[in-house]
């Protein structure tokens, strides 16, 4: 298959294909930028095979993953707000050839090693080669390694996922037939570059011919003037980001012109969802994976009413079902098979069943309909004096409870139930809060699920799309105690 930054620039080369702070470049410029950085890249180090990178929302950077897919190069892409020990930890496990960073994260790459060549992007621009190489024959090999991405951290040890073409193109292939995209739609990228969800729209954009407008960060402004001035058509977001879009007079008056707002990373309350339907907003909610190259269910925003609580329906090329059982409504591991699909990890084998599906360990269940709802990972199941609780059904009913903004619940080591519920509340104002709000809890779930201990909190500790990150709850300041009486 012919290299696609290389096919792009050739079927559509005066269509932009880049915006970046009022700056834009056509798919032919685009190629040409690649171009250049990968003979610069070529003069400083002639034998390549894999390279990491440490960058961030910016152009230049953008123009450094497409040098690298042009140069055929696998790609560790680090997560910028990784500590000098992570990174340390994660470039052990990859063993890059090369790390190329921006300079304003020199201080964490020195902190991090000393044991791998390294080199600035801004002193990588400054090198004069004197090679002009076209690289204007490059192709694919759908089943070679392109990208590699460690999992968030959420669970612990980071594994380095390997990504193939394959899966990248699937997952295009997959998203345009769920989403009917076409080149002239247009798509805002509000999340990380390091991050699938972030990437996964790069290679899009050349696959499908569409703009990409990269912002620097979430910024309301930033994004209604970007909304206004390029006629954005997709927007992919954390449910946090829009439920700060939302609040903004003007967003609600632009949302009209999208067509798609595809959320991901956590669940979407219902009054933030019935909100987005008052204002006929096409949401569309997903479900997906760094070891599935992006999103592989989602949900129409026609069955978001519907369907409250649904990931919705598997990519045509996807067969997902759920551990041990047939039974619709049956909750269990859920398992997924398709081109999605990563080969494996570099550090650790992938968890296949004996038909070959990929463990996610994320539990939940299929309706009758065949819909998925996630009920959280299988790690979080908390299991207390025997029974089985499900932290995401627990937050998502106290999500609805007047005054609380935000809830994490995860069990504590208790001597007598084995564990015990207990939940994290980010509330609107933690000195009025009234207690009473809780007693409405038990009305909804079971006693045995619900919190035996409420934490009052500012803020949730969450990764760079908005993801909770669990394992340190524990360590977060306690504004507030709450243990209700029963």
Known sequence: MENW????????????????????????????????????????????????VLGSNAADFYHLLLALHLGNIETII??????????KQQTTIAQPDLIIFEEKFTEKLTLSTTDYDSLSLESLKQINSDTALSFSETTIDLSQTTTIMFTSGTTGTPKAVRQTYENHWSSAIGSALNLGLS?????????????????????????????????????????????????????????????VLLNNPSFRRLGSQLKCLLLGGAALSIDTLEHCIRLNLPVIQSFGMTETASQVVALNHHDARKKIGSSGLPQLAISLKIADTVEPYSTGEILIK????????????????????FKTGDLGYLDNEGFLFVSGRQK????????????????????????????????????????RVVAYLVVTDIDDFNTDALSLLSKKIAAYKCPKT?????????????KLIKRELPNQEIIRLIQPTR
Request: net charge negative; charged share 15%.
């Open 338 to 357: 398709g081109p999605n699909v990563t080969p494996g990890y570099l550090n650790s084998p992938l968890e296949l069943t004996e038909d070959g599906y």
């Open 380 to 419: 979080e199941l908390i299991i207390s004096g025997g029974e089985n609780i499900y932290p995401l059904e627990v937050e998502y009913q106290l999500k609805q409870l007047p005054m609380i903004k935000e809830a994490a619940v995860i069990g504590e080591q208790d001597t007598y139930w084995g564990e």
């Open 5 to 52: 930054l290389l096919k792009r620039a050739r079927l559509t080369p005066n269509k932009i294909g880049l915006v970046f702070e009022n700056n834009n470049w056509t798919f032919s410029e685009l190629k040409m930028c690649a171009n250049t950085l990968l003979n610069q890249l070529y003069h400083h180090k002639q034998s390549l095979s894999r390279v990491a």
């Open 183 to 243: 080149q002239d739609d247009t798509w805002l990228m509000t999340v990380p570059l390091f991050h699938i969800s972030g990437y996964s729209m790069l290679i899009k954009g050349l696959i499908y011919g569409q703009t990409v407008c990269l912002i620097a960060k979430f910024n309301p402004d930033t994004i209604i003037n970007t909304l206004t001035t390029y006629h954005v058509t997709h927007l992919s977001l954390v449910p946090t980001m829009l439920e």
């Open 454 to 466: 409420y934490y009052l909190v500012k803020e949730l500790p969450k990764n760079a799309i908005g």
């Open 78 to 87: 680090l997560n910028n707000r990784l500590t000098a020990q992570e990174i």
